[in-house]
């Protein structure tokens, strides 16, 4: 499982500037990071994975988004023209992320997985928080750094089924 000493190295290795900050008690989910850290939802990232059925068949898809808006499996079956999508099982969050599930942190994703990542979260050089796959750990990051590190697809999910622009799946192999 990846953990808070993986991140710090990759982030000092692409130098950028960052902070791991220990948390005042554990916590099991991303939904406590706000008030853990007297810090605003809208500036705590989480990333929610879902299991996608498309007429390819099955595909395990992540979206990040701030804790203050979470996704909804209606908007990303509309975005990505599927037919029936629900949030993952934990099982399958922590074998596609290699991240303990409630705790994902949205850099260090495999490359094969499918990255929606909330618009709203671009252009802003704001400080937010993301946990870091350990209960006793979170990342303090500038937004923009951040989502200049996370590999994924910007989309509007406010706005996205008026759009209907499907996202594409990454090839098998």
């Known amino acids: 499982m990846k953990d808070a000493l993986a991140i710090h190295r990759w982030l000092l290795a692409h130098q950028v500037h960052h902070e791991i900050v220990r948390l005042p008690r554990a916590m099991t989910c991303v939904d406590e990071l706000p008030e853990l850290l007297s810090a605003s939802p809208a500036t705590c990232v989480q990333v929610t994975v879902f299991e996608v059925m498309?007429?390819?068949g099955r595909e395990p898809v992540a979206v990040v988004t701030s804790v203050d808006s979470p996704p909804r499996p209606g908007v990303i079956g509309g975005t990505l023209g599927a037919r029936r999508v629900r949030p993952a099982t934990a099982f399958t969050v922590n074998s596609?992320?290699?991240y303990?599930?409630?705790l994902i942190c949205p850099l260090l994703l495999p490359d094969g997985l499918t990255v929606l990542v909330d618009e709203r979260l671009a252009g802003t050089?704001?400080?937010?928080?993301t946990p870091?796959?350990?209960?006793?750990t979170a990342l303090r990051i500038r937004a923009?750094?951040?989502l200049t590190l996370v590999s994924g697809?910007?989309?509007d999910l406010v706005h996205s089924r008026s759009r209907r622009e499907p996202?594409?799946?990454?090839l098998a192999g």
Do not use: C, N, S, Y
């Open 54 to 56: 498309t007429r390819i």
């Open 132 to 136: 870091t796959g350990e209960r006793h």
């Open 153 to 155: 697809k910007t989309i």
């Open 125 to 129: 050089g704001q400080v937010v928080h």
């Open 167 to 170: 996202a594409t799946f990454p």
């Open 144 to 146: 923009d750094h951040l």
């Open 96 to 98: 596609v992320t290699d």
């Open 100 to 102: 303990a599930a409630g």
